[in-house]
Structures are given as C-alpha cells and as structure tokens.
C-alpha cells in the first residue's frame, strides 16, 4: 500500500507518498502561494532532477488536484494509477480533548475539528482546508487524521492543569496540550528499538529542538509532561518565539510601547528567542557562525537556549524519579552540537555523561549513542520522521477498519 501524507499550512501544503512495503518515500514536494499570486509546485522524484509546475493553485482543491496529477504522471510520477494510492493521512495541529489517538475521517470527526480551530486559530483552519480538498478530489480513499497534541493527552491532570480559576478550564478548555507529539513519540519508540529494550521498561526525556521546540517526559512509553503549553508558545526559548515569560511582560509592554495585544503577541511569537535576543537571526547555523567570530548576543542566545533546556531536563528526571535515556532530534537536536554540549554537559549530578568526541563527530541522519560507556543515562541522536509515523498509524487504522 502507498499513502499519501499530507501536512497543509495556510498557503502551502506539503507532501509524500510513501510505500509502506519498504517504508520509503516513493515522491514528496511542496505547493506554495496557494491562493496568492505566482502559486508553484516543487515535486521531487528520488534519484530525478526537481520538477517545477508553475499553475495557478486559488485554492487547496486545486493543489490537491495538482498534486495527484504530478503524482500519477507518466515521465515523474511514482504510481501507475490513482488506485494506488491506499489511504490519505494528514497532519492535524490539535485534537482537543476530543481524541487522544490518531482516528478515521468521518463528518463527524470533521466537524469536531472544525471546532476546534479556536484552539489552534493559525494553523486548524489550514488542516482542515487540506482534509476537505482532499474528501472532495479523491473522495473514495479513506483518510486517517493524525494530532500532533495526541501523543500528549496521557499526561496527569496535576502536570496539565494552569494554576488559573478552574472555570476556565472547564469553560474554555484552557489547560496544557502540548505539541510534535508525533515526533516524541516516534523518537522514544526508536530509541527504545535502538537500544534493545522495551519501552515500557524506560524514563526518557525527549529533546525536539528545531525551529519550534519542546521537551517531553515518557515514562514507560507514555508521556507525563511536556515544554509546550496552550499553544506552541510556551516552554523554551524557540527561533522566533519567547518560550516561558512572566505573563504580566504583556501589560507592561503595552503600557511602555504602545504595542497593542494583538502587536504584542506577534512580537512574542515572530520576533522574539533566538532572534529577538541575538539580533541576528532564528536560525541555529548563523547563531553559531556569529558565535564562532566572537559575537557575544549570539553566544548569550545559545547560552539562553541550552541552559532552558536543561532545567527542562533536569526537571522532567525529577518528575519521573529517574532517567535512562535523553534523545535529541529534529534540526538543531539532531545537527547542532553545540547546543547538544550546552544541555548535556555537566550533568553528572544526574549520571549523564556526553562523550564530546562522538557529540562533535559521527555520521548525520542515523541513531547514534553520545554518551560515554560508563554515563548511566544513554544519551542519543535520533533522526526524526513525522510523516513515516503518520503514514504507519494511517495503515494501521486502515487496515483495522478493513
Ligand atoms: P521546523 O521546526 O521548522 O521543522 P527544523 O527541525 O527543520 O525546524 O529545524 C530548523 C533549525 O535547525 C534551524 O535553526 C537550523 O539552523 C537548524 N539546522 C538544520 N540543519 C542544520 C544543520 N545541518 N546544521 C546545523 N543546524 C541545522
């Protein structure tokens, strides 16, 4: 069986096929400017040069449409037929608390997304466009929606619950949800195969460092808590995001800038973190080039960084009275050493020991171990892979219903 995965932003919309014989990507690529001028589509054959269509896209029907067409081509396509194509799953931003696992497209399941794009007011509204443009062009392949807060919803209502007046939970479903849950839980499960041993048997702390990034406890393959909050906003300092402030900085910035609510809440998530606090950029690789030449804010940011997420760390070991793993992944956890350095070195008070030679040198993108052979905590790089867990928990719920 082939899946198509789909991951729908506002104006664009990602995509791969993926053969779930060999687990391998059989096509993927990506639409921009839906619904703006200058709409293309980048779609990428492995082992062929990239294929630009350039073709007005009004909508996320059209990309949909367009998509498919790529896909079944003659010259770069990848299946022979649109039959091929077995089942459809899609990235969806929140759940709620309506589901706590991946589930099948129904109009019924459709409409509780739909109500939860308040929760989610800048990203719901675009996954569901994708899931209807989807039903709408090929309306006989099932579809498995996939939440990136599921992952989450094992979490104790004593590590969920705001310290806020509780009708507002009960009212307005404010509480922690937290986020990347497909890739928390797709990387303790490989760490668990990695290292030999069953997950149920482990206490991991699960670092997602990229351009958004959390931190999540999994005890015994569950998580029990996590960095992100009500939206992807909290817990560490990110990219462009401020990660965890005092709440009342938004008043008193109001009051000193003339900012209103709206500007304020923009300048937390688009110009603040690494870039708001180096001046320089979002983007770990300038941030450790800039290091590299003396520059002292993009050192302070780094340092900002990796010193959150260690107390993160070492925060999440004690919630779970131990630790035996501490993964890295996605961007920076994966690529950047530095940062790897900051939160992993001088933490034997906890029994993790990093070997720096295999924390600087060693092959990218496979399971490697980084701590030294004596560190009681195995610490680990793990390539992330969130569409292969969208795609396996879209089979598997496929084929359930079968
Ligand atoms: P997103 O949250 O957008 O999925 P990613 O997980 O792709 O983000 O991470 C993006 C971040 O990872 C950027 O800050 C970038 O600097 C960093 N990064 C990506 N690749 C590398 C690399 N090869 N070396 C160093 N840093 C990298």
Redesign the pocket.
Known sequence: MKILVINAGSSSLKYQLIDMETEQVAAKGLCERIGIDGSKLTHKLPGHDDVVIESPMPDHNEAIRLVLEALADKKHGAVKSMNEIGAVGHRVVHSGEDFTESVLLTDEVLQICKRNTDLAPLHQPANVMGIEACKAVMPKVPQVLVFDTAFHSTMPKYAYMYGLPYEYYEKYKVRRYGFHGTSHKFVSGEAARFLKKDIKSLKIVTCHL???SSISAVDGGKCIDTSMGFTPLEGVPM?TRCGDIDPSVVEYLMNKTGMDVHATLNTLNKKSGMLGLSGIS????DLCAAEEKGDERAKLALDVFGYTVKRFVGAYAAAMNGLDVLVFT???GE??ESVRSRVAGNMEILGIKLDESKNRNGQRGIIREISTPDSRVRVLIVPTNEELVIARETKEIVEKKK
């Open positions: 990229g351009n958004g990219g979002s983007d770990f690789r996605a961007g920076v690529n950047t």
